[in-house]
Nanobody, 115 residues
Framework: VQLQASGGGFVQAGWSLRLSCAASGNIFHINRMGWYRQAPGKQRELVAAVSRGGSTNFADSVKGRFTISRDNAKNMVYLQMNSLKPEDTAVYYC??????????WGQGTLVTVSS
């Protein structure tokens, strides 16, 4: 199973970005999908997650600004990031629990927000 993330980039504060992550390989079932981020010198943290049924949860720091969605038919998860702030700068990783809750990580995509 592989997760391929895309959509990162360099933006000004207040702008938006949309991250995408495609899961491929020997997949029968994807349970929870999510996005984590790791800023320089900090631990990786959960940004947002979505269950197969569509239930979501978000880090307090992104509530009201970020939304997460998934397309079960395409094995994809998306993170729409609005009103970006410099403190959102980080490498963003997609994450998925596949088949019998085996955990997989994408390669990371860099988001840089300039003030």
């Amino acid at each position: 199973v592989q997760l391929q993330a895309s959509g990162g980039g360099f933006v000004q504060a207040g702008w938006s970005l949309r991250l995408s992550c495609a899961a491929s390989g020997n997949i029968f079932h994807i349970n929870r999908m999510g996005w984590y981020r790791q800023a320089p010198g900090k631990q990786r943290e959960l940004v947002a997650a979505v269950s197969r049924g569509g239930s979501t949860n978000f880090a307090d720091s992104v509530k009201g600004r970020f939304t997460i969605s998934r397309d079960n038919a395409k094995n994809m998860v998306y993170l729409q990031m609005n009103s970006l702030k410099p403190e959102d700068t980080a490498v963003y990783y997609c994450n998925a629990y596949v088949n019998n809750w085996q955990e997989y990580w994408g390669q990371g995509t860099l988001v840089t927000v300039s003030s």
